[in-house]
């Protein structure tokens, strides 16, 4: 099958590395027109901060402006860590509230500006990315496990927002396990200098958490976000897919 999403005109946040630019090239595999935005420096990349109202506000106006419409949003940029320990008692407030800005506010902005372009241009879709931080518990990543928490229940009132307006837009979140990108290998960096093991042992670690066994792959996570990108997941929202080997069914 090919041009699942074909003629639709999509933005993909944090597009610049790992997931989000594995999920802008798969879309444009398959056919959309796809705008990839990053706070950092990148080859095609509009630079944007998605905590910062004016510039989504811009961006969204910009899109419309060049491309004639908006079908689809992956709120995809997202950061694990601040300055501070990431547990409960050590955590800094300014770690919490930075982490919340880019994980929740940002995705809160991009819904709120992209849902008025997407019902105009006469529906689509948006896709959260959560994570499985959201399903099970992380003292060692406290912040992040309740802002992407709060992602999944944010997606499901989006969803139901939409519904009740009759705006034909689907919003759902997806909740990717451990993939190797640039945030995960800092993870596994810090745990095993934390613990005093190598990278190697810290790896293994969170390896032996997955069922499956096998580290996934971005393409794993972007097929996933097409699917409800494209028109065959047209009765699907308000949903949070899982894509994690297996992770959340034994932790
Ligand atoms: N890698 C995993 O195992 C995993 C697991 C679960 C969830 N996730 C989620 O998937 C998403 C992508 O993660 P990743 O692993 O590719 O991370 P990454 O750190 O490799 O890439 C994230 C991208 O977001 C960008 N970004 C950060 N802050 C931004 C801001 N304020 N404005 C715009 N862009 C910003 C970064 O520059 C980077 O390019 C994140 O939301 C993450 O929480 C990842």
């Known amino acids: 099958m090919s041009g699942r999403v074909s003629g639709k005109v999509v933005i993909v946040t944090g ?12 879309l444009g595999e ?4 796809v705008v990839r935005t990053d706070i950092a420096d990148g080859q095609d990349v509009v630079g944007q901060d998605v905590t910062d109202e004016t510039q989504w506000r811009d961006l969204i106006a910009d899109v419309v402006k060049t491309h004639g419409r908006l079908d ?4 995809n940029a997202g950061i694990a ?11 800094l407030a300014e770690d919490w509230r930075r982490i919340y800005a880019v994980n929740v506010e940002g995705v809160f902005l991009g819904c709120k500006y992209a849902v008025p372009a ?3 241009a006469g529906g689509g879709a948006i896709v959260n990315m959560s994570s499985i931080g959201a399903l099970v518990p992380t003292p060692f990543l406290s912040a992040y496990g309740a802002s992407k928490a709060a992602v999944m229940q944010f997606t499901r009132s989006v969803a139901l ?12 979140s997806v909740h990717p396990g451990q993939v190797r990108t640039p945030m995960h ?9 934390e613990l005093g093991i190598d990278e190697e042992q810290a790896a293994e670690a969170f390896l032996s958490k997955v069922p499956m066994k096998k580290w996934q792959e971005a393409a794993d996570i972007a097929n996933g976000v097409l ?12 949903a949070s897919l899982v894509i994690d080997g297996g992770m959340s069914l034994t932790n």
């Not at 689809?72 to 709120?75: E, F, I, R, S, T």
């Not at 927002?161 to 759902?172: S, V």
Request: some cysteine; hydrophobic content about 45%; glycine content about 14%.
């Open 15 to 26: 597009a610049a590395a790992g997931l989000g630019a594995a999920i802008a090239r798969r």
């Open 30 to 33: 398959e056919g959309a027109t």
């Open 72 to 75: 689809g949003l992956v709120n």
């Open 81 to 91: 860590d601040g300055k501070g320990p990431p547990d409960p008692e050590g955590a």
């Open 118 to 120: 997407i019902a105009a």
């Open 161 to 172: 927002h939409c519904c009740e307006h009759g705006y034909a837009i689907r919003c759902n």
């Open 185 to 193: 290998l800092d993870l596994i960096a810090r745990t095993a200098a």
């Open 227 to 238: 699917f409800l990108m494209s028109d065959e997941a047209r009765f699907v929202t308000g």
